[in-house]
């Protein structure tokens, strides 16, 4: 078994998904502690203001974004300490599967986005819809970069409204993988997102898309 502190730092965000339940929620939590003996601690999630909870021998995948790639870890809960701060103690049980970030083709665009982060949205905040402004720099059929003056957290759920050629408002889903701030450039952040949530039909618009604007840009010279 590698060592964890070679995947994972104190504060990292990680994503967790559980096996064998009705509900294919992701949620999102913190490591407050690493042990050479493949423990690793993490604080209880947060799920819609409320605390996700599970049970002593209960599986868990625990997905943490790298630069290079996305790592997965199996994961069985071993205690729950109820301290100052309430932590999920863990034992890892597999070796770490990498993901490679598909090297799908960016297109360069200048486009608006309509953008909020639905990690803990309740009914109410269902009900009042409002969505923040951003400018998409880049997109492809994994994701997209965009840029906004608002400060968000790595593995932030986003919902997103795009425009897809002549299809307006169409919505998606991702995480944010990336976080950098140009400070002496445009003082704006800058955000990586994947992709999470993308039904056949919208890919298939975003994929023709991308492929018509790549035609476009060949003709001209600019490829």
Do not use: W
Request: with cysteine.
């Amino acid at each position: 078994m590698q060592l964890l502190s070679k995947f994972f730092r104190i504060g990292d965000k990680v994503n967790i998904k559980t096996f064998n339940k009705s509900s294919n929620n992701t949620y999102v939590s913190q490591v407050t502690d690493i042990s050479d003996d493949d423990i690793i601690e993490i604080s209880f999630p947060i799920h819609k203001n409320k605390t996700i909870y599970f049970i002593n021998g209960e599986k868990l995948l625990l997905v943490i974004g790298k630069q290079e790639a996305i790592f997965e870890f199996q994961a069985v809960v071993v205690e729950k300490r109820h301290e100052n701060i309430p932590v999920i103690r863990l034992k890892v049980v597999s070796e770490p599967i990498r993901i490679q970030r598909r090297n799908f083709y960016r297109l360069k665009t200048i486009k608006s986005i309509g953008y909020r982060i639905i990690n803990n949205l309740n009914s109410s905040e269902e009900e009042n819809i409002r969505y923040d402004e951003g400018i998409i720099l880049d997109i492809s059929e994994g994701g997209l970069r965009f840029c906004t003056n608002k400060e968000m957290q790595e593995y932030d759920e986003l919902e997103m409204i795009i425009d897809i050629g002549v299809h307006k408002g169409m919505k998606l889903k991702g995480i944010i993988t990336r976080k950098d701030f140009n400070e002496e450039k445009s003082g704006l952040y800058e955000y990586g997102v994947r992709f999470s949530e993308i039904n056949k039909q919208v890919r298939n618009l975003l994929m023709k898309y991308i492929y018509e604007e790549q035609r476009k840009l060949l003709k001209k010279g600019m490829l």
